[in-house]
């Protein structure tokens, strides 16, 4: 373990490798679904192909990252950080009632090792779409491909530990955490006899308050942390003043280095607080939704990749994003137009929050 110098930390929201990214890749499970109205996983695989082109499958395991691997193997980050949004298993069963059930091959594993992948994010609302035997395969799976896991575990106790990864610029500890907002139904929430995700009662200071001291009673003099939250719903720039309260009484309590929300499909807008960033909706960085119509005004098309360094004191030095598109199931750099239309839609939301964002390089730039 290194000295605690200035940390870059690669962040991400939601990555999704179900349905069409699953049966574009080189393994794959059975392809029926659940869904109301599409049984098929390769129908979201052929959409794809009609908006887009042909999507050349099966892919390699690096393909889905696409121009972004590049981007990752100059800004070196010490600590790659995604929510995973997809259960890695094979069981055949799905949640009863859920509706939409996102699993890929436990293969597919080897998407997140080709990124380097440190941590992924478990507490969120489709890790346990094909029940409790999928999510104990998804953590077999994780754990025995290297990859940390984070919000999500055999017990509650399991699911409220940290990740912990040792860089060269010191420990990193990854604290995961999820709402009923956000789709998670109550049954999901671990207990001391249950497996599942770290879900909390609800939007409150007294929670705040005790995700804070948990976070305390874990963190020790040096480390930087990353609180994750998956909070809200899919669409809408707005940041609730609950989120708000709730980021900067973490950040205020010395618990958050940086709060990595999401849910979102889209990017929100960011605040520093205290000298400590919060992204209220990350967006989603990977997924199969290409062709699907609705919300075309939020640009579903479009991601962010941030990268964040952080001081050896834990507050913000710079962030900055890579605008990116997805096509044909892979990432790619966005248009000038597209960059254009990020810049000012992520200054109109962040305005409120004391921040903006200015094109430079090949990205974007977080002034605050």
């Given at each position: 373990?290194?000295?605690?110098?200035p940390?870059?930390?690669?962040l991400a929201?939601?990555v999704?490798?179900?349905?069409?990214?699953?049966?574009?890749?080189?393994?794959?499970?059975?392809?029926?679904?659940?869904e109301?109205?599409?049984?098929?996983?390769?129908?979201?695989?052929?959409?794809?192909?009609?908006?887009?082109?042909?999507?050349?499958?099966?892919?390699?395991?690096?393909?889905?990252?696409?121009?972004?691997?590049?981007?990752?193997?100059?800004?070196?980050?010490?600590?790659?950080v995604?929510?995973?949004?997809?259960?890695?298993?094979?069981?055949?069963?799905?949640?009863?009632g859920?509706?939409?059930h996102?699993?890929?091959?436990?293969?597919?594993?080897?998407?997140?090792?080709?990124?380097?992948?440190?941590?992924?994010?478990?507490a969120?609302?489709?890790?346990?779409?094909?029940?409790?035997?999928?999510?104990?395969?998804?953590?077999?799976?994780?754990?025995?491909?290297?990859?940390?896991v984070?919000?999500?575990?055999?017990?509650?106790r399991?699911?409220a530990?940290?990740?912990?990864?040792?860089?060269?610029?010191?420990?990193?500890?990854?604290?995961?955490?999820?709402?009923?907002?956000?789709?998670?139904?109550?049954?999901?929430?671990?207990?001391?006899?249950?497996s599942?995700?770290?879900?909390?009662?609800?939007?409150?200071?007294?929670?705040?308050?005790?995700?804070?001291?948990?976070?305390?009673?874990?963190?020790?003099?040096?480390?930087?942390?990353?609180?994750?939250?998956?909070?809200?719903?899919?669409?809408g720039?707005?940041?609730?003043?609950?989120?708000?309260t709730?980021?900067?009484?973490?950040?205020?309590?010395?618990?958050?280095d940086?709060?990595?929300?999401?849910?979102?499909?889209?990017?929100?807008?960011?605040?520093?607080?205290?000298?400590?960033?919060i992204?209220?909706?990350?967006g989603?960085l990977?997924?199969?939704?290409?062709?699907?119509?609705?919300?075309?005004?939020?640009?579903?098309?479009?991601?962010?990749?941030?990268?964040?360094?952080?001081?050896?004191?834990?507050?913000?030095?710079?962030?900055?994003?890579?605008?990116?598109?997805r096509?044909?199931?892979?990432?790619?750099?966005?248009?000038?137009?597209?960059?254009?239309?990020?810049?000012?839609?992520?200054?109109?939301?962040?305005?409120g929050?004391?921040?903006?964002?200015?094109?430079?390089g090949?990205?974007?730039?977080?002034?605050?």
């Open positions: 373990m290194g000295d605690a110098g940390m870059r930390l690669f929201g939601d999704m490798l179900g349905r069409g990214v699953d049966q574009a890749l080189c393994h794959s499970v059975e392809p029926g679904l659940f109301p109205y599409v049984r098929d996983a390769r129908d979201y695989l052929g959409l794809a192909e009609r908006v887009n082109g042909p999507v050349g499958a099966p892919l390699a395991p690096e393909a889905p990252w696409g121009a972004l691997l590049e981007a990752l193997a100059r800004w070196a980050p010490h600590a790659r995604v929510n995973l949004e997809t259960a890695l298993t094979t069981h055949p069963d799905p949640w009863p859920k509706g939409i996102y699993r890929a091959h436990p293969g597919n594993v080897e998407v997140l090792t080709r990124a380097a992948v440190d941590v992924a994010v478990l969120n609302n489709h890790v346990l779409d094909w029940g409790r035997p999928g999510l104990g395969e998804t953590l077999a799976t994780l754990r025995a491909a290297g990859v940390a984070a919000g999500a575990g055999r017990d509650d399991e699911a530990a940290p990740a912990v990864v040792d860089t060269a610029a010191g420990r990193l500890l990854v604290l995961a955490a999820c709402f009923g907002d956000a789709g998670v139904p109550e049954a999901w929430g671990a207990t001391a006899t249950r599942g995700v770290w879900r909390l009662g609800g939007p409150s200071l007294a929670g705040a308050d005790a995700l804070a001291a948990h976070v305390l009673a874990h963190r020790r003099t040096g480390d930087r942390v990353v609180v994750s939250l998956h909070w809200g719903p899919n669409w720039y707005e940041a609730p003043a609950w989120q708000r709730f980021a900067r009484r973490l950040v205020a309590a010395g618990a958050a940086l709060v990595h929300g999401h849910s979102s499909h889209h990017p929100k807008g960011l605040e520093v607080h205290e000298g400590h960033a992204l209220y909706g990350a989603d990977l997924n199969d939704y290409e062709g699907i119509e609705g919300h075309e005004r939020y640009r579903p098309d479009l991601a962010l990749a941030y990268l964040v360094t952080m001081g050896g004191d834990g507050r913000l030095a710079s962030l900055r994003m890579l605008p990116l598109r096509r044909r199931l892979r990432l790619e750099p966005a248009s000038a137009e597209a960059v254009r239309w990020l810049t000012a839609t992520l200054s109109r939301a962040g305005a929050l004391g921040t903006r964002v200015e094109a430079r090949d990205g974007l730039a977080l002034h605050w």
